[in-house]
T-cell receptor, first 116, second 117 residues
């Protein structure tokens, strides 16, 4: 099975711009979660999508949004970029159907976003 | 809010020694506790996980223990090797949906393990 893929791998943007990141989960996985990884803050949960619906959401401002398509691919959008948004954005997929328990999360390689 | 605390933030051991990383969590309903290893420039990968109905789990040189009463769990690596050098993250399934029972993985801040040859 192919692993989780993310595009693009690297992005450079300037403050005030917006960006869209893409994630394709492992075939058969319907849950996609997004995380922000920074050196000081570790892995911060952004949101999770399941069957095209946002199922869980972390403590990030409304500038961070996402969506999921019928083929389970997910996109994440950040509007009005700030310098502090520079980070590695990781998505992960898993088979968990219910949201009340978990199976292994498989991570993608990440998209490194630099905001200048 | 509910969170996961991880200690230490850095750990340096000699090859062959043991390494222990500890995490505490605040949500008593947490039921899933994975550990991920992230090598430099690579994605996090699951190395071991434990569910709340089990107190200990072992896989070769790696073991995880869970104390539900005290709400802490630990990763133990024995006979460390240079290739064990990486950042290790613990995580716990934390309730995020109030009465819906929905849970999300909340990660600790990571431990940078360095194994000196």
């Amino acid at each position: 099975k192919a692993g989780v893929t993310q595009t693009p791998r690297y992005l450079i943007k300037t403050r005030g711009q917006q960006v869209t990141l893409s994630c394709s989960p492992i075939s058969g996985h319907r849950s996609v979660s997004w995380y922000q990884q920074t050196p000081g803050q570790g892995l911060q949960f952004l949101f999770e999508y399941f069957s095209e619906t946002q199922r869980n959401k972390g403590n990030f401002p409304g500038r961070f949004s996402g969506r999921q398509f019928s083929n389970s691919r997910s996109e994440m959008n950040v509007s009005t970029l700030e310098l502090g948004d520079s980070a590695l954005y990781l998505c992960a997929s898993n088979m968990s159907p219910s949201g009340t328990s978990y199976n292994e999360q498989f991570f993608g390689p990440g998209t490194r976003l630099t905001v200048l | 809010g509910e969170n996961v605390e991880q200690h230490p933030s850095t750990l340096s051991v000699q090859e062959g020694d043991s390494a222990v990383i500890k995490c505490t969590y605040s949500d008593s309903a947490s039921n899933y506790f994975p550990w991920y290893k992230q090598e430099l420039g690579k994605r996090p990968q699951l190395i071991i996980d434990i569910r709340s109905n089990v107190g200990e789990k072992k896989d070769q040189r790696i073991a995880v223990t869970l104390n539900k009463t005290a709400k802490h769990f630990s990763l133990h690596i024995t006979e460390t090797q240079p290739e064990d050098s990486a950042v290790y993250f613990c995580a716990a399934s934390i309730g995020v949906g109030g009465l819906t029972g929905r849970r999300a993985l909340t990660f600790g801040s990571g431990t940078r393990l360095q194994v000196q040859p």
